[in-house]
């Protein structure tokens, strides 16, 4: 399980989220099958979707995060919940680059440049469509980013993933902070000076969890931890659902199904397949 705590600062100038969640991006590799430097792509973009599937105030609210850039990874997609759990998929799970001259991997290298999308789904309304472009494809400083151009909200995120010798995950996590109206600007400065200070987010963690990486970034700051959340790496997909995708074919499509006798159907989130027989697929088209 993974962990993510919510927190608020106690004059009410900012909120704050920190997660601590390797098994998220461990689950991530074990299906995506991902390369180290796609590994810290998508982890990052997983970890950032948690925490801003955290932030949405309904149960069923869904929140989806699409960074689109011209890079080798391709798209990389990720959904999350309001409780912060997340699935999703990379385009190219092998994608991989030669390390940047300060020994990182280089996430913005095969992220490339191009957009973020954000796709929050808040029941019966109209879906909230958010669209920015890329700053620099590390996702990090893109969602801080999105926040302030898209959604006018100053924000500080800082995503870190830590790729072992033998491509498993060793320390994963972030932090998301957002300023509130008329956050108090004594407040901003501080928190301002704490960003400056602050390391690596996976240093942080490995050697004192949420509560030091919280304290680093909220340093001087007086807050109160309102929750802590378990999360996990969550696919939703069902036979239900792909017999829905199933039956929105038209009749050319269905028809083609049909030749090819029997079905197999990969989910992109997870590693779930489905197997449709002739049988079962005729049976499912005879429904009125
Ligand atoms: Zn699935």
């Known amino acids: 399980m993974a ?4 927190a608020m600062s106690r004059d009410g100038s900012l909120r704050a989220i920190v997660t601590d969640a390797p098994d998220i991006v461990n689950r991530a590799i074990q ?12 982890g990052r973009v997983l970890l950032g979707a948690s925490m801003m599937g955290s932030l949405m105030s309904e149960p069923d609210d869904l929140l989806t995060l699409r960074v689109v850039g011209d890079g080798i990874a391709g798209s990389i997609v990720v959904s999350a919940d309001s409780f912060g759990n997340v699935r999703g998929f990379i385009q190219n799970p092998k994608a991989e680059l030669p390390l940047r001259e300060d020994g990182k991997l280089n996430v ?15 029941g019966g309304e109209e879906p909230y469509n958010g669209i920015c472009p890329l700053q620099s494809g590390e996702i990090a400083e893109d ?19 830590l790729v072992d010798v033998d491509y498993s995950c060793k320390a994963a996590g972030g932090v998301l902070i957002q300023l509130l109206p008329f956050a108090d600007p004594e407040v901003v400065d501080i928190l301002e000076k704490n960003v400056m ?26 807050y109160d931890v309102f929750d802590n959340l378990e999360t996990e790496y969550r696919c939703n997909c069902s036979k239900e659902r792909t017999d ?8 050319e499509a269905r028809a083609e199904l049909l030749i090819d006798g029997q079905l197999e159907m990969n989910c992109q989130f997870c590693d779930k397949k489905y197997i449709y027989t002739r049988e079962e697929l005729e049976k499912l088209y005879e429904q009125p």
């Not at 962990?3 to 919510?6: F, I, N, P, Q, S």
């Open 3 to 6: 962990k993510l705590t919510r």
């Open 31 to 42: 299906i995506h099958d991902t390369n180290p430097t796609a590994t810290a792509a998508i």
């Open 108 to 122: 913005g290298g095969i992220v490339g440049s191009g957009n973020l999308y954000v796709l929050r789904d808040v």
């Open 143 to 161: 969602i801080a980013y999105y926040y302030a151009k898209s959604e006018q909200i100053p924000a500080v995120c800082a995503l870190g993933v």
């Open 197 to 222: 200070r602050t390391t690596s987010v996976t240093d942080m963690l490995q050697r004192g969890g949420t509560e030091l990486l919280l304290n680093t970034f909220l340093t001087g700051i007086e």
């Open 244 to 251: 829905k995708a199933l039956l929105s074919l038209n009749d």
